[in-house]
């Protein structure tokens, strides 16, 4: 097996057990004090808001430019300067993060940001300079450790935080320093590992970057990344952060308690993107595009048969789960139209398929900057709006998401179809949705019995029954062709 093939197999496996962790604790650990886990899901999205100004592109710069400069010997010149140039954004930052308070001390008694300061500041420092890290061992083909470090890691943080407050009595201040240690012991493990595959040789010279202006090509280059990330992160972490700012840090844990529970249904993605990004290469390099149409549709279809499969069981089950939530449980049943709203949203997005990667993939790369800086735009709009001007309080953070996630992929859409004449969506989706109905419908109303846990596992199971059935007479989506002998011989193959 090649290094590519093994690193994404254990990426793969990586990823689904740090699912597993966030899943679990969201729903077994976290709801013992959502006020406590809405503090920690401000924190670390919020340091991960502002480590994009502070990195400004430059991670990306040393994967772009890392060919090019390994031939000379210069790869680590860039990394040096990259560091360097990390911290002293962040010196700028940190210094016109205290002159803002200091010119409006108003903010201080207004912001979770002010109180928070002293884990945030320096979170954003070590988050950045581990982002840099990150991209760089991506040069060695190497993403299985930094996968550990950059979805592991935060997860045992929030849990060992969580537990040390709860669990063990301690104080707030003290459960924040054991957060803010995973991470420091993150970044020496990037430096470890980074400098186990290549001795780190800090160079600060400035010759090669003086060369025919070498340094504004690394500039530019950087400024788009910047861009193209700072949309991204920025859509992914804003409502944490005006969450925790606008409504409450019990409201924030209960969201994303919620959000964490819906994103079962994206488990069929998670592989498939990055299996799916060299065929698509591939075939705009044959420009084989009718070929890439039909693959288009049947991924599509798989990503969101087997979404809509899991999300019809998350609704019908999470009543009887919150049950075993005893701290928490109301708080969360009463945002169970949060799981109605985000999961359509997300089972959009799988029913949509791998339209970035379309683009990411052809000469139109840049589109897919502008359309996520429209999509931060949005999301913060929208989100001010409900915040503002509703009582909705997070429903209304929910249907600001679900609006601005489906305009994000209708938007990708038309431009993908416009420009490549490909579309993901197959009559079989009608077909899914109908069934998808029918079973939630039955389940639902079918007697309750007196035993929470028959009701947990009966409700779901009533619904794996029905669209079983239903998809042996439709026809929709060929389970019998992938669960065969073949298949799972093929599970047991590395």
């Not at 760089?136 to 407050?165: D, M, T």
């Not at 398929?353 to 840049?366: A, C, D, E, L, P």
């Not at 929709?476 to 298949?487: A, V």
Request: hydrophobic fraction near 50%; charge should be positive.
């Amino acid at each position: 097996m090649s290094v590519v093939a093994r690193q994404s197999f254990k990426y793969s496996i990586i990823g689904y057990l740090g699912f597993l962790l966030g899943m679990v604790s969201s729903i077994f650990i976290f709801p013992n004090d959502l006020e406590y886990y809405g503090k920690l899901r401000y924190i670390l999205p919020t340091a991960q808001m502002y480590m994009v100004i502070v990195v400004f592109g430059l991670s990306f710069s040393n994967v772009y430019f890392f060919g090019r400069l390994k031939e000379i010997g210069k790869h680590q010149n860039l990394l040096s300067w990259s560091l360097l140039m990390v911290v002293f954004n962040f010196i700028i930052f940190s210094l016109g993060f205290f002159i803002v308070f200091s010119l409006f001390p108003n903010l201080k008694n207004q912001s979770e940001l002010w109180d928070l300061k002293k884990i945030i500041i320096p979170l954003i420092l070590i988050l950045s300079l581990s982002s840099v890290f990150n991209k760089y061992l991506s040069n060695y083909k190497r993403i299985v450790v930094p996968n550990i470090f950059e979805n592991i890691f935060p997860k045992i943080g929030n849990l060992l935080a969580f537990s040390f407050f709860f669990y063990f009595g301690f104080q707030e201040p003290y459960s924040y320093f054991v957060f803010f240690s995973v991470f420091v012991l993150g970044l020496f493990g990037y430096i470890q590992y980074t400098n186990n595959l290549e001795k780190i040789s800090l160079d600060f010279s400035t010759d090669y970057l003086k060369k025919n202006k070498f340094w504004k090509e690394v500039f530019s280059y950087s400024f788009f990344g910047f861009l193209g990330n700072l949309g991204s992160v920025l859509a992914l972490n804003i409502s944490n952060y005006m969450i925790g700012e606008n409504i409450g840090m019990e409201e924030n844990g209960v969201y994303s308690t919620i959000f964490s529970i819906v994103q079962l249904i994206s488990i069929p993605a998670m592989g498939l993107y990055n299996i799916s990004a060299p065929i698509i290469s591939k075939h705009f390099a044959t420009n084989t595009i009718k070929e890439l149409d039909v693959y288009y549709k049947k991924t599509s279809l798989s990503l969101f048969f087997l979404g809509l499969v899991l999300y019809s069981c998350i609704v019908v089950g999470f009543p009887f789960l919150t049950n075993y939530m005893p701290k928490a449980g109301n708080a969360l049943l009463e945002a169970q139209p949060l799981i109605w709203i985000m999961g359509f949203a997300l089972l959009f997005e799988l029913a949509t398929g791998f339209n970035s990667q379309i683009t990411s993939m052809s000469k139109y790369y840049r589109f897919n900057i502008f359309v996520m800086l429209f999509l931060a735009i949005l999301t913060t709009t929208l989100n001010l709006y409900f915040i503002r001007k509703t009582n909705l309080g997070i429903l209304g953070i929910a249907i600001s998401y679900a609006i601005s996630l489906c305009v994000f992929n209708i938007a990708k859409l038309i431009f993908n179809y416009y420009k490549f004449r490909v579309s993901p969506f197959t009559i079989e989706m009608l077909y899914s949705v109908i069934l998808a109905s029918i079973a939630i419908s039955v389940a639902i109303l079918l007697p309750n019995t007196s035993y929470n846990l028959i009701n947990l596992f009966y409700k779901p199971i009533i619904v794996l029954l029905l669209f079983f059935l239903g998809n042996y007479f439709m026809k929709i989506y060929p389970i019998g062709k992938y669960l065969n002998k073949d298949f799972f011989k093929s599970l047991l193959k590395f």
